[in-house]
């Protein structure tokens, strides 16, 4: 430029045309800590931070203490100062501020608060699944430029209930082999996102199964998968709540998101019967940096993508362990892959030993639990393992910030 005022002239211009464009210009950030390999913090300082201050973007910064704090600080948030909540984390902190969005009493406005992850957890599978979507490589410095751009797309977002105890999931839920895995390998969290592969094998040796029972509502496409029934009773009771269920729903959320409107009872409901070795119900394709669980999900098509496997050798489970990373692995004899409007679980015990239930997981968080580590340690889970978990999915309800 010929002078100083000529130069900032054309930066107040192209400036003023990117602000126009519907980027962001002040960003609620949440950053982890103690996810994956506890880089959270450095992560944001060293990648994060640098490419924000470059794109002129404020940001108020908030560093999680415990467990549930993310949802806490989106329960109470003041969110008409902001245009955004980023998550530094893994998946679990992005589902933390999902439901505490849902909770609130405002939640049909915040709601619609744009969401951004930058991946600095041990799955990262939202950021897996919205960078690959767009052909994007995968890496933290291009999760920023998609929020730094600010292009956004619609989210469903599934409620699980158990009687009047919901949560809210944006990524999957597991239970089984999938769901052991995940939590089970906490213990090797140091390994970071290898502990996922390292553990898998350790499972598929010694191997277990489940008794129980899958129901669902099919999508169109899918109406001969499984058996038909007559009835489904989705009455809701507190009867056999968990403890923590209960208390939960002292809480006065009575004004908070409810759930889909959309009722099943007359639907044409399809059921499987055990023993499971896993299922697995997904809500975007990567429930991993590594592992694509379900190729065909879609972010808002109003449907969940569901893996069951029932009966299959070990050798089978590791050929098809070493096909994860592109999805190929559904295409086994041994996976019934299938999209559902509605899904319904009925835990059971391991059928090597009945004195023994599993682990139920959603987005990173152990839902219920009905092993023996669960009676050892005394914790308290959202809902119990045993009586039926219901599952629905509100179309396009979330909004998050995506490279395209």
Not at 324 to 347: T, W
Request: hydrophobic share 40%.
């Amino acid at each position: 430029m010929p002078t100083d005022e000529a130069a900032m002239r054309w930066n107040e211009k192209l400036t003023d045309h990117i602000n126009s464009l519907g980027r962001p210009k002040h960003l609620f950030i949440i950053v982890n800590p103690f996810g994956g390999k506890k880089c959270g913090s450095k992560i944001f300082q060293a990648e994060v931070k640098s490419l924000l201050d470059a794109a002129g973007i404020l940001y108020t910064v908030k560093e999680t203490m415990h467990q549930l704090h993310a949802q806490e600080i989106a329960y109470s948030l003041d969110i008409s100062k902001y245009d955004g909540i980023v998550c530094v984390s893994g998946d679990g902190v992005l589902a933390e501020v999902v439901n505490g969005l849902l909770h609130r009493e405002d939640w049909e406005t915040a709601i619609k608060m744009p969401l951004g992850v930058i991946p600095a957890g041990t799955g990262n599978g939202m950021a897996k699944s919205l960078l690959h979507s767009a052909g994007d490589l995968y890496s933290v410095s291009n999760a920023v430029f998609a929020i730094i751009r600010g292009h956004k797309r619609s989210l469903d977002v599934a409620t699980i209930t158990q009687g009047e105890t919901k949560f809210f999931s944006v990524l999957l839920l597991t239970w089984g082999l999938v769901a052991d895995i995940d939590i089970e390998s906490e213990k090797y969290r140091w390994m970071g996102s290898a502990r996922l592969e390292f553990y898998a094998l350790v499972r598929i040796i010694n191997l277990r199964k489940y008794g129980g029972r899958v129901q669902f509502v099919p999508a169109p496409g899918y109406e001969e998968c499984g058996e038909p029934i007559e009835k489904v009773d989705v009455r809701k009771s507190d009867d056999n709540l968990s403890q923590e269920g209960q208390r939960n729903n002292a809480k006065p959320y009575c004004h908070s998101y409810q759930g889909p409107s959309v009722e099943f009872e007359d639907s044409e409901w399809r059921s499987l019967d055990g023993p499971f070795i896993s299922a697995w119900v997904n809500n975007v394709p990567w429930c991993a940096e590594d592992f694509m669980s379900a190729p065909e999900a879609k972010f808002s098509d109003g449907y969940l993508d569901v893996i069951i496997v029932r009966d299959c050798p070990k050798s089978a489970l590791l050929s098809m362990m070493l096909k994860m990373s592109d999805g190929s692995y559904i295409k086994s004899p041994y996976v019934m892959y299938l999209k559902v409007k509605a899904f319904r679980l009925e835990p059971g015990q391991r059928m090597e030993d009945p004195t023994n239930g599993g682990v139920i997981d959603s987005d990173g968080e152990v839902i219920a639990r009905g092993d023996k580590s669960h009676h050892r340690n005394q914790r308290k889970y959202l809902m119990a393992y045993g009586p039926p978990i219901e599952m629905t999915v509100d179309k396009g309800l979330a909004t998050i910030f995506s490279p395209c």
